[in-house]
Structure formats: structure tokens, C-alpha cells
T-cell receptor, first 113, second 114 residues
Framework: AQSVTQPDIHITVSEGASLELRCNYS??????LFWYVQSPGQGLQLLLK??????LVQGIKGLEAEFKRSQSSFNLRKPSVHWSDAAEYFC???????????FGTGTRLTVIP | DGGITQSPKYLFRKEGQNVTLSCEQN?????MYWYRQDPGQGLRLIYY???????QKGDIAEGYSVSREKKESFPLTVTSAQKNPTAFYLC?????????????FGNGTRLTVT
């Protein structure tokens, strides 16, 4: 069965510091992987996606994620965090089926001055 | 600009009443979805529709109903049979079904039932 684990419920970083949000997935074949961001009271916005090819993918807002098959991970990174990055981040995994998109429980990012 | 419009943003109802949440998209997407979001539980799929006049149950369909009479509209009715309806509801669409078609989300409707 597919599943997504985001082990960190809440992370606090200082503005300007680097960021890494962890995502581990369980899926039998090569998955489609996504990162979404949600601001309070809003919908989700797609940050980046991995389908195949280069395992390091670039997204919007200066974010990147690396697919590591051996570790079943798809961690999100940013070299320098800005206060506007504070939000909740969701990792998702999909297979080929119509409703086959599974979301993690999210990681809430707080940025302190 | 194309997008997904959910209305209303906030909705209050008394227990025992049915309530319908609106979702409209002008992205010309074939597939539409309803998710429920509760704190600490991520998103859970309620219903999805691949084409007009067709829809399928998701993981937590009990107590909910949908219709898809038009391509651009996918309303969700929360019935009195839903045991714990208070939640944040998100509508999404994608250009086609399949795991490699990213979802586009509306801004959600927060439903409070007392």
C-alpha cells in the first residue's frame, strides 16, 4: 500500500538559515512525487514534482527536492529561508490510478527573525 | 485568470441539516476532486470525478454526496449522516486523471456544524 511519512510535525528555523523538510514514501514501483505548500486558510499550491529523469528537481520560490530511491525519500530543501516561507508543507505520492494520490500529514514551518 | 473557486469561505450549520459546498473551475480540466482536511491528518479524499456525469467514492465518502452535471462544477453535499462534519474542505482539479497530473486547488471552505 502507498503511504507518505513526514516525520517532523513542526520545524522552526531562523531567517537566512537553510531548510530541509523530510519526506519518506512507500510505493511498489517508481512513484510520482510532489511537494505542495499551504498558507493558513488557503488551498494548496504546487511547489515541484518528480516524475522521472534527473533526481534533483527545481521548483518555485527557490526550492529544490532530491529523489533518493535507495532511501525512499524526497526531501525538500532551501539554502536560505525567508520569513514569507512560513507555511505548512505537504509531500504527496501518486501511482497511475485516478485517485492514487496520497498526502503526508504535513510539516508546519515557523521562521523566526 | 483560470482557477478554482470555492464558496462560501466559511459556512455554519446546525446539526442535522444538509449543506452544499460549491466548487467551480474554469481551467477546462476533466478531473475534479474533494478532499477533507483535519488538523494533523493531512488530506483525505472524499470523492472524485473523471468526466461529466461520473464520479467515484474516495477513502471517506460516507455521509457525503456529489454531482457532476457540468464539466466546470462539482458540488459537495455534506449530509446529516456525516458523523463529524466540521472540517476544512478543499476542491481540486487536474487536466486528466492519473498520478502524473498535478492537482490545482481552490482556497477551501471551512464548515462548522454545531
Amino acid at each position: 500500500a502507498q503511504s507518505v511519512t513526514q516525520p517532523d510535525i513542526h520545524i522552526t528555523v531562523s531567517e537566512g538559515a537553510s531548510l530541509e523538510l523530510r519526506c519518506n514514501y512507500s510505493y511498489g514501483a517508481t512513484p510520482y512525487l510532489f511537494w505542495y505548500v499551504q498558507s493558513p486558510g488557503q488551498g494548496l499550491q504546487l511547489l515541484l514534482k518528480y516524475f522521472s529523469g534527473d533526481t534533483l528537481v527545481q521548483g518555485i520560490k527557490g526550492l529544490e527536492a532530491e529523489f533518493k530511491r535507495s532511501q525512499s525519500s524526497f526531501n525538500l530543501r532551501k539554502p536560505s529561508v525567508h520569513w514569507s516561507d512560513a507555511a505548512e508543507y505537504f509531500c504527496a505520492v501518486a501511482g497511475t490510478g485516478a485517485n492514487n494520490l496520497f498526502f503526508g500529514t504535513g510539516t508546519r514551518l515557523t521562521v523566526i527573525p | 485568470d483560470g482557477g478554482i473557486t470555492q464558496s462560501p469561505k466559511y459556512l455554519f450549520r446546525k446539526e442535522g441539516q444538509n449543506v452544499t459546498l460549491s466548487c467551480e473551475q474554469n481551467l477546462n480540466h476533466d478531473a475534479m476532486y474533494w478532499y477533507r482536511q483535519d488538523p494533523g491528518q493531512g488530506l483525505r479524499l472524499i470523492y472524485y470525478s473523471q468526466i461529466v456525469n461520473d464520479f467515484q467514492k474516495g477513502d471517506i465518502a460516507e455521509g457525503y454526496s456529489v454531482s457532476r452535471e457540468k464539466k466546470e462544477s462539482f458540488p459537495l453535499t455534506v449530509t446529516s449522516a456525516q458523523k463529524n462534519p466540521t472540517a476544512f474542505y478543499l476542491c481540486a482539479s487536474s487536466s486528466r486523471t492519473g498520478g502524473n497530473s498535478p492537482l490545482h486547488f481552490g482556497n477551501g471552505t471551512r464548515l462548522t456544524v454545531t
